[in-house]
């Protein structure tokens, strides 16, 4: 199957949904499939208010329609809702074309921290644009819960991944008082980092990731160790390299950092929220607690074993399995049309 993938999320960005969409794309390509991916690369952007490293797409309709059209897919899905997304959305619209979604980032929760804007307005906006699609991708079961309780339908379940070969127990590359309590993540008010950054905790704190918030809380808080963006090896290793992962965040729909904690052998420490309640659950290899502090506690008593041993029932071959399952193919050719 050729399938297109139009993504506002994607390189040089350093999130779970880049990593999601690459990840799923080269299990795809390794079970025979051909994927076309149609990114803010291919178009003329501007950098996103308050977030100047993603970039948005200016004016996408023409082009995408005219990308759409050479790469002549069998099935097209709209990754995120960003102007791309609404673009392809339209296009799939216009010529009468099943499409899919994905439901990656609770926008309605990221904009009322930001703007107070009230949760009905912007999921009102979310189930306009999902409505039209034949499968609403969710990583979790709880995140299905929760927008069929907001009205959504047709919600279609797509797990998650890890690459166990990357991410694995090595030795500490971090000379630190022990134990080192860990953070991986965009540093913004949406993660609700200053949950982690105020325990009350013997050790050191260790942030990896960037964003807008990091300048601030770098002045706020001259104790924590932050040591920016890190991919790939270096990421890898900066998560062995911790005794404990804490994920404050409420409103992520996954948490792809959690599996990769775990595969590094750490166990994981965060609130009993959507996303810490799909992953850890009761498996043991991690600890959900409303006190953070007291999941950090309990976390640091995990054997590390166990936290690697969980990781192993995520694989981004199941992923793409399911990616596909979910696809709505095409029945005829779409309509092309120079002015659409």
């Given at each position: 199957?050729?399938?297109?993938?139009?993504?506002?999320?994607?390189?040089?960005?350093?999130?779970g949904v880049v990593r999601t969409l690459a990840a799923t794309g080269d299990e795809l390509t390794a079970l025979g499939h051909r994927v076309t991916f149609i990114t803010p690369g291919d178009f003329r952007t501007v950098p996103c208010p308050t977030y100047p490293e993603i970039r948005l797409a200016v004016l996408p309709q023409r082009k995408i329609a005219r990308l759409l059209d050479a790469a002549a897919p069998c099935a097209i899905h709209i990754a995120t809702e960003g102007p791309l997304g609404h673009a392809a959305r339209r296009y799939c619209l216009s010529r009468g074309l099943p499409?899919?979604?994905?439901?990656h980032t609770k926008f309605p929760e990221y904009?009322?921290?930001r703007a107070r804007v009230p949760l009905g307005w912007t999921y009102a906006v979310m189930r306009r644009f999902h409505g039209p699609s034949s499968g609403v991708m969710v990583a979790t079961a709880s995140l299905r819960r929760e927008l069929e309780a907001h009205g959504f339908t047709n919600i279609r379940d797509w797990t998650r991944g890890v690459d166990v070969a990357l991410f694995h127990p090595r030795p500490s590359i971090l000379d630190l008082p022990r134990p080192i309590l860990m953070y991986v993540g965009r540093v913004a008010v949406e993660k609700n980092i200053g949950a982690f950054l105020t325990?009350?905790?013997?050790?050191t704190k260790v942030v990896v990731g960037d964003g807008p918030q990091r300048a601030e809380l770098e002045r706020r808080y001259p104790d924590v160790v932050f040591v920016g963006s890190r991919q790939g090896e270096a990421l890898a290793a900066h998560y062995a390299s911790a005794d404990v992962f804490v994920f404050p965040s409420r409103t992520d729909t996954f948490g792809l950092v959690l599996i990769e904690a775990l595969a590094s052998g750490v166990p994981v420490a965060a609130y009993p929220v959507p996303g810490p309640l799909d992953v850890i659950g009761d498996s043991g290899a991690g600890a959900l607690d409303e006190d953070l502090g007291a999941a950090v506690r309990q976390a640091l008593e995990i054997d590390r074993e166990a936290a690697r041993a969980h990781a192993l029932n995520f694989t981004w071959r199941r992923c793409a399995e399911a990616f596909v399952d979910n696809l709505q193919p095409f029945e005829t050719e779409p309509v092309r049309t120079a002015a659409a």
């Amino acid at each position: 199957m050729h399938v297109a993938v139009v993504t506002d999320a994607w390189h040089p960005q350093v999130n779970g949904v880049v990593r999601t969409l690459a990840a799923t794309g080269d299990e795809l390509t390794a079970l025979g499939h051909r994927v076309t991916f149609i990114t803010p690369g291919d178009f003329r952007t501007v950098p996103c208010p308050t977030y100047p490293e993603i970039r948005l797409a200016v004016l996408p309709q023409r082009k995408i329609a005219r990308l759409l059209d050479a790469a002549a897919p069998c099935a097209i899905h709209i990754a995120t809702e960003g102007p791309l997304g609404h673009a392809a959305r339209r296009y799939c619209l216009s010529r009468g074309l099943p499409f899919t979604t994905a439901y990656h980032t609770k926008f309605p929760e990221y904009v009322r921290a930001r703007a107070r804007v009230p949760l009905g307005w912007t999921y009102a906006v979310m189930r306009r644009f999902h409505g039209p699609s034949s499968g609403v991708m969710v990583a979790t079961a709880s995140l299905r819960r929760e927008l069929e309780a907001h009205g959504f339908t047709n919600i279609r379940d797509w797990t998650r991944g890890v690459d166990v070969a990357l991410f694995h127990p090595r030795p500490s590359i971090l000379d630190l008082p022990r134990p080192i309590l860990m953070y991986v993540g965009r540093v913004a008010v949406e993660k609700n980092i200053g949950a982690f950054l105020t325990l009350d905790h013997p050790g050191t704190k260790v942030v990896v990731g960037d964003g807008p918030q990091r300048a601030e809380l770098e002045r706020r808080y001259p104790d924590v160790v932050f040591v920016g963006s890190r991919q790939g090896e270096a990421l890898a290793a900066h998560y062995a390299s911790a005794d404990v992962f804490v994920f404050p965040s409420r409103t992520d729909t996954f948490g792809l950092v959690l599996i990769e904690a775990l595969a590094s052998g750490v166990p994981v420490a965060a609130y009993p929220v959507p996303g810490p309640l799909d992953v850890i659950g009761d498996s043991g290899a991690g600890a959900l607690d409303e006190d953070l502090g007291a999941a950090v506690r309990q976390a640091l008593e995990i054997d590390r074993e166990a936290a690697r041993a969980h990781a192993l029932n995520f694989t981004w071959r199941r992923c793409a399995e399911a990616f596909v399952d979910n696809l709505q193919p095409f029945e005829t050719e779409p309509v092309r049309t120079a002015a659409a």
